[in-house]
């Protein structure tokens, strides 16, 4: 029996990241914080990357640290990343909140939260079209750009609607499903192999 073992071969899918890009990391990342993670990037220069991990909740809401939420419904709370874990970042599609970094057509970060707020305390539904982190993921200069060379990273791209959805449950083997071919049978793999 002849088995090509070019499938399970881990390399980059060669797509550059760029601000509004989501990472994907490999099957074998073994790393409490970014294993099977899908990280969205909020920005990508020489100097440095920020991102945002989409598919990881914190066993807490936002309204356990947002007074003014204490008595709406429970809004979920996501573990941006390792850096600045004691700063609220919320990605929206609200494309009136001043002072919001535009991540990708229809897609912001942060702005004016008394405003954010005012829009939550209307009893809109927020599930919909706001998330908020605490912390975020962060690279220096060329740190990601060597580790997407070491094949940790792959590189994709996702709607706006996919993004914000709160059914986070296979988000990361979803993700690497539509890249195709390779990248769906590493869908496959067990986080831990010696348990299968």
């Known amino acids: 029996m002849n088995i ?3 499938i399970f071969k881990i390399e980059s899918n060669n797509i550059l990241p760029s601000r509004g890009k989501i990472l994907i ?3 074998f990342l073994r790393d409490t914080t970014f294993g099977r993670s899908v990280i969205l990037l909020i ?6 990357s920020m991102g945002l991990i989409i598919n990881k909740r914190l066993p807490l809401f936002t309204n356990d640290i947002i007074k003014e939420f204490q008595y709406l419904d ?3 709370l996501y573990k941006g990343g390792p850096v600045a874990t004691d700063t609220l970042f919320y990605l929206h599609t609200l494309s009136d909140i001043p002072g919001a970094l535009t991540v990708s057509k229809g897609l912001y970060l942060n702005g004016d ?4 707020k005012k829009y939550i305390l209307q009893e809109n539904n927020v599930n919909v079209p706001i998330r908020f982190f605490l912390g975020y993921s962060g690279w220096e200069g060329e740190q990601l750009g060597n580790e997407i060379k070491e094949n940790t990273w792959l590189v994709s791209e996702e709607e706006n609607d996919y993004l914000l959805n709160t059914n986070i449950k296979g988000m990361w083997k979803q993700s690497l499903e ?3 071919s390779k990248y769906e049978t590493w869908s496959r793999f067990p986080q831990v192999p010696s348990l299968n």
């Open 4 to 6: 090509n073992s070019d």
């Open 25 to 27: 990391s490999e099957p």
């Open 43 to 48: 920005d990508h220069t020489e100097e440095g």
């Open 74 to 76: 429970d809004i979920p």
């Open 113 to 116: 939260f008394d405003e954010i």
């Open 178 to 180: 539509k890249l195709g």
